[in-house]
């Protein structure tokens, strides 16, 4: 079972040359990947070849595989496996102890744009930054100096005082614990040109999402929940602090939004039936 992206050519095939059967879960395939130089698009190509099966989470990429020479046959659209585990805020300790809202997933330069309107909006709540890549924390920190905010960083086990507005959650795997206590996450890789990150794990944990205007990877996911008012994509960084600034002054809307959110979650959590039995006709 091959997750997503995941298409190492070799490792394909040798588990093909094996017999192995091979199928692709959460199957996708991004517009970028139909646009590449011929000799890459060449590989891919006959990697996906390998495959038994592709089984995608939307439709959008049924029809990018079908671009890329994939026989229909062997494509089955069974929806996204991430909404598949409704996720609780209870399960997770609060990590900060203060009211918060969280920028999660963040690349270059989209810490210095969020920073600088936490210091434009003079906010009363604290501001978390969580990296994507927690290993470009010093140079995050480096980043952001000329702003002359309080900084704090969790790899150094800072203090968040009084005086801190920015704290620095440069760690792994304490993602949706930082999520679950947020009073607003906002989605980084959607202001910049990674084409958004998964909007669906605050959306799980009933909180109200802002994302940005790039969205390739999660333009699907947030038509749905759109559907039900339980997230907002916003055009630029201006737009950005304009929304940030209604949300926080509107508690019971930010509530709204995240209990609709939470419940298409709950209407779609049945996908994952779908996969197990196309699976077990394998096993």
Known sequence: LIAETELWPETLYQARKKNIPLVQINARLSAKSLHTPAWIKSILQQTLGYFDRHLTRHSQDQKNLQSMGVDNNRIINCGNLKFA????????????????????????????????????????????????????????????????????????????????????????????????????????????????????EPASLAKPVITGPSDDNIRQDIALLSEQDGIIQVNDIHALGETIKQLLQQPPKRRQMGDNARLVMEQQAHVLDKYVKIIESYL
Do not use: C
């Open 85 to 200: 585990h409704p996720l609780s805020a209870q399960s997770h300790d609060n990590l900060i102890g203060r009211p918060y809202i969280l920028f999660a997933s963040t690349h270059e330069p989209e810490e210095q744009l969020f920073a600088g309107l936490v210091k434009q909006l003079s906010l009363d709540q604290l501001a978390v930054i969580a990296p994507r890549h927690p290993a470009r924390a010093e140079q995050i920190r480096r980043a952001l100096t000329p702003l002359k905010l309080a900084l704090s960083q969790r790899s150094h086990n800072d203090a968040i005082t009084d005086q801190t507005r920015l704290y620095l959650a440069d760690t792994l795997g304490e993602l949706k614990a930082l999520i679950a206590h947020a009073e607003l996450v906002i989605m980084g890789g959607s202001f910049n040109n990674t084409g958004g990150h998964n909007v669906l």
